[in-house]
Structure formats: structure tokens, C-alpha cells
């Protein structure tokens, strides 16, 4: 009788809540994390005869370079092993129209190696967006699964429960190498602490985390670097996240709005590219109407 431990993390809006509203059913429990005001939000979820899994709804989050508490409680989370909730499997929730916003989250998680799965939520409106996805080549280039669906329809939920329930086939392979930002400081950095993720050293570097599992002074005392060395480094590292981000999308996406069903984004489109139609036709009303 085992259970899985599950974290789910997202953008806000992306439908995390939904999603896990589907997982989980009426089994929820809502509380509030010791000492602060954040909800905390967790549920069971049975993925089959034997096994079921405990979900933890995680306040939504736009990275994990922390600017707010809600941010701070993820990054707590997936930095501390002794953590009780600290997950098996990620399962990083994104929406088909933020795709790419949504994926530089996900990039960093899968830089802690973790196992991640990847949740592209509101599939219901690929069609009206006219957006289709090659779900093989981006679990291909992204190194995870990918469950595809729609939570308001409950639509590949059974799917992502079947990828929770095998888990351990998840690769923890980071899509991409923090480090690579500049290898030669991430050098010392390895050789200074051999035992610990570069990633996790980085964010205990940047953030300002309670870290339980290392020295945090130490550590930010013999790795100081100026606050703008710091700024400069963290810029760095979003674009070369979001050039890998782009790169996948090239593969894995294609948005034609020519074939998207949505009334708004056709009269979108006529108006966008008739506009200048429609000034003058607008301009010589006006000129008739004046006379
Ligand atoms: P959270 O902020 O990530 O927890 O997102 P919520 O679960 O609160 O959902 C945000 C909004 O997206 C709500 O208005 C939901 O009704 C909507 N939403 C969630 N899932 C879907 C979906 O599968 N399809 C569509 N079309 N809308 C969805
Ligand atoms: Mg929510």
C-alpha cells in the first residue's frame, strides 16, 4: 500500500487548481502553511486498485527566481529533501496559449532533477486557437512525458494518472544545463560542494530562502559575487532558457490562425490586416457626413 507524493506547480491560471480538482475529487483538505497566510491545498488521488498519490496544489508561480511568498513556499519545498511533501513527481501544469511563458518553469524544476511531468492544460482550445502540437518531438526535446488535456472537459486525466502511477520511468535528465550560463564559476562551484545539485546551489546563491540541507552562509560567503554581477548572471539565464524554449516550440508547435475556429480571433485577423481599409472607408464617411 504505497502512496505517491505529487506536487503540482504552474502560472497562475493555467488551470493547476482544476486539474488537481480532477485528480483529487472531494478528497481535499484545505489548510494554511505554518506561520504565513498561503493556502495550503492538498487531496488524494487513487491511480489505481493499490496505489493512490497525495496531490499538493502549490501556489502559483511564475519562476523560481522568488519575489513573493507564494514563490518562496514552492522553492522551500523542492529545495528540501527532509521536506514530508516533498515530492516524488513534479507535475508542472502549463496552458496551450502560454506555452512558452509557461515553459520557463518548467525548465528550471527539471534543472533540480526531479521527475517532471509536463501537463498542457485547455486543450479544448487548440481548435479555436488554431494550435497543433507534436506531442512526441517536445517530450523528445523536453526529456519528460507529456500529458495533454482539457480539465474542464476531463479530458486525459486518466492518461496523467497512469503517467503519476509509473513515475519512476521518468527521466530526471535537466532539459538544460544552468551551469552553461558561465562555466567557470559553476566550476568552483562543483568542486567547492560535489555532493549537492549546481542548480540548488545557484538558487541558495540568488535567493533569499530559508535552506535547511547547507550552510547557506558559507556557501554565500565564499561564492559572493556583487548584486549586479548577481542580476546580470540571473538575465542571462532566462534568455538562455527562453532560446531553448523557442527552439523546442519551433519544433513542437505550430500556430495557424488562418485555420483557428474563434469568431474574436478571425475578426481579430480581417480587422488587423484591413485596417487601413477600413480608416479610409471610415475617413470618407466622415467626409460625407461633414458636407
Ligand atoms: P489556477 O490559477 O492555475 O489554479 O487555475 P484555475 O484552475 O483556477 O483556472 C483558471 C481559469 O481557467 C478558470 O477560469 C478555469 O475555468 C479555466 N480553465 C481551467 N481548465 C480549463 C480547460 O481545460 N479549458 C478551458 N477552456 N478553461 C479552463
Ligand atoms: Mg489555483
Known amino acids: ?17 482544476s486539474v488537481f480538482n480532477q ?3 472531494l478528497n481535499q483538505q484545505v489548510g494554511n502553511y505554518p506561520g504565513i497566510t498561503v ?50 513527481v513534479a507535475v508542472v501544469v ?13 525548465t528550471q524544476i527539471k534543472d533540480l532533477e526531479i521527475p517532471t511531468i509536463l501537463v498542457i492544460n485547455m486543450a479544448d482550445r487548440m481548435k479555436l486557437k488554431g494550435i497543433e502540437l507534436d506531442i512526441e518531438s517536445l517530450e523528445k526535446e523536453l526529456k519528460t ?10 479530458q486525459g486525466i486518466d492518461n496523467l494518472r497512469n503517467i503519476i502511477l509509473n513515475y519512476t520511468e521518468l527521466s530526471t535528465e535537466p532539459c538544460l544545463h544552468a551551469s552553461s550560463i558561465d562555466p567557470e564559476y559553476f566550476d568552483k562551484l562543483r568542486k567547492a560542494f560535489p555532493n549537492q545539485l549546481l542548480y540548488k546551489l545557484w538558487l541558495v546563491i540568488t535567493q533569499d530562502v530559508n535552506f535547511l540541507n547547507l550552510e547557506r552562509n558559507e556557501i554565500k560567503s565564499s561564492f559572493t559575487k556583487s548584486h549586479s554581477d548577481l542580476k546580470r548572471l540571473q538575465q542571462k539565464e532566462t534568455i538562455k532558457r527562453y532560446q531553448f524554449i523557442n527552439d523546442t516550440l519551433k519544433i513542437g ?5 488562418s485555420k483557428a475556429t474563434d469568431i474574436r480571433a478571425k475578426i481579430d485577423r480581417i480587422l488587423t490586416h484591413r485596417v487601413f481599409g477600413y480608416l479610409i472607408f471610415f475617413g470618407i464617411l466622415m467626409v460625407i457626413f461633414q458636407f
Open 145 to 154: 512525458k507529456i500529458a495533454l488535456v482539457s480539465s474542464r472537459k476531463n
Open 94 to 106: 502549463t496552458e496551450v496559449e502560454n506555452l512558452k511563458r509557461n515553459l520557463l518553469l518548467f
Open 253 to 257: 508547435q505550430k500556430i495557424d490562425q
Open 1 to 17: 500500500n504505497s502512496i505517491i507524493k505529487v506536487a503540482l506547480i504552474g502560472n497562475p491560471n493555467v488551470g493547476k487548481t
Open 39 to 88: 493556502e495550503k491545498k492538498q487531496g488524494i488521488a487513487k491511480l489505481s486498485s493499490e496505489v493512490k498519490a497525495k496531490i499538493i496544489d502549490l501556489p502559483g508561480t511564475y519562476s523560481l527566481n522568488a519575489s513573493s511568498i507564494d514563490e518562496n513556499v514552492v522553492i522551500e519545498l523542492l529545495l528540501n529533501k527532509n521536506d514530508e511533501d516533498f515530492p516524488d
Open 23 to 25: 485528480l483529487t475529487g
